[in-house]
């Protein structure tokens, strides 16, 4: 079993930062896929970023490009996600997850989800 928890979600005002973290247990994590999803009410689950495990590529959902930048910390099999120049459009619940490929992320899906973080940005 693999076990996702998220943390640092909170209110932020328009044009602020946050950063998003994910701590990841139940396995060594040496290859694969990791991200992050974002969801508000009534409305469809988006793909926002992930990172390949042992390169560290990473990709973005066209709209976060150039202000959110995911990372991981193969050590500590963590998850990052600093968040830049917040827009109103960002406030969502964001959900960690984890997949055995990146094509399953970019086709928006994943094996595994955390609980997710409330993010809200005001104005």
């Known amino acids: 079993q693999v076990q996702l928890v998220e943390s640092g979600g909170g209110l932020v005002q328009a044009g602020g930062s946050l950063r998003l973290s994910c701590a990841a247990s139940?396995?060594?994590?040496?290859?694969?896929?990791m991200g992050w999803f974002r969801q508000v009410p009534g409305k469809e689950r988006e793909f926002v970023a992930a990172v390949k495990w042992n390169s560290g590529l990473t990709y973005y959902t066209g709209s976060v490009k150039g202000r959110f930048t995911a990372s991981r910390d193969n050590a500590k099999n963590t998850v990052f996600l600093q968040m830049n120049s917040l827009k109103s459009e960002d406030t969502a619940v964001y959900y960690c997850?984890?997949?055995?490929?990146?094509?399953?992320?970019?086709?928006?899906?994943?094996?595994?989800w955390g609980k997710g973080t409330l993010v809200t940005v005001s104005s």
């Open positions: 997850a984890a997949a055995a490929s990146i094509g399953t992320m970019l086709n928006n899906g994943a094996e595994y």
């Open positions: 139940g396995r060594t994590f040496s290859s694969g896929a």
